[in-house]
T-cell receptor, first 113, second 112 residues
Framework: GNSVTQMEGPVTLSEEAFLTINCTYT??????LFWYVQYPGEGLQLLLK?????DKGSNKGFEATYRKETTSFHLEKGSVQVSDSAVYFC????????????FGTGTRLQVFP | DAGVIQSPRHEVTEMGQEVTLRCKPI?????LFWYRQTMMRGLELLIY????????DSGMPEDRFSAKMPNASFSTLKIQPSEPRDSAVYFC??????????FGPGTRLLVL
């Protein structure tokens, strides 16, 4: 079946450190891949996405590359800020005949000054 | 646009009572989703509608839960009777076809 696996958190970093949050997926066909972010007390919001292999999504200094050969979509940021503290969700949407997203379990990031 | 609107934002009720959560999707979006989020189970898709028609309700936990979408601008999620294990944050999201899902701020439900 279709699934998304994320690294467990929390991930604890100091400000300006390098961030990687791992995400791997299992899917048939050619899914689209997403990273959503949830700040405390809020709903999820789209951070970035990639719709085909080798695409790189980027936003707010975050990047993720769609790697079909390793079925991965790892999230990276070169220098995190305290304001990046949030829960990050990796998700996939399989194919073109559905709007349903399959989410990972989320990874909490805590950034300290 | 005001984004996805959910009401109420917080709800505290007693076990056995009926709870109705409301959602107004973004105008022009034709898909609507109801999610539940808890610490134990994470984020779960309960049901989603396309053009007001339920497409996938496999995540609805049991018969106590029901959802309706009478028109393109309104949906409800009802729990009757409510139980303490239903305590969670319930999110509504909407999207245009094959586009980004936009989430509402959520309804925080506590069943005592």
């Amino acid at each position: 079946g279709n699934s998304v696996t994320q690294m467990e958190g929390p991930v604890t970093l100091s400000e300006e450190a390098f961030l990687t949050i791992n995400c791997t997926y299992t899917a048939t066909g050619y899914p689209s891949l997403f990273w959503y972010v949830q700040y405390p007390g809020e709903g999820l919001q789209l951070l970035l996405k990639a719709t085909k292999a080798d695409d790189k999504g980027s936003n707010k200094g975050f990047e993720a590359t769609y790697r079909k050969e390793t079925t991965s979509f790892h999230l990276e940021k070169g220098s995190v800020q305290v304001s990046d503290s949030a829960v990050y969700f990796c998700a996939l949407r399989r194919g073109y005949n559905t709007d349903k997203l399959i989410f990972g379990t989320g990874t909490r990031l805590q950034v300290f000054p | 646009d005001a984004g996805v609107i959910q009401s109420p934002r917080h709800e505290v009720t007693e076990m056995g009572q009926e709870v109705t959560l409301r959602c107004k999707p973004i105008s022009g979006h034709n898909s609507l989703f109801w999610y539940r989020q808890t610490m134990m189970r994470g984020l779960e898709l309960l049901i989603y509608f396309n053009n007001n028609v339920p497409i996938d309700d496999s995540g609805m936990p049991e018969d106590r839960f029901s959802a309706k979408m009478p028109n393109a601008s309104f949906s409800t999620l009802k729990i009757q009777p409510s139980e303490p294990r239903d305590s969670a944050v319930y999110f509504c999201a909407s999207s245009a076809k094959q586009e980004t899902q936009y989430f509402g701020p959520g309804t925080r439900l506590l069943v005592l």
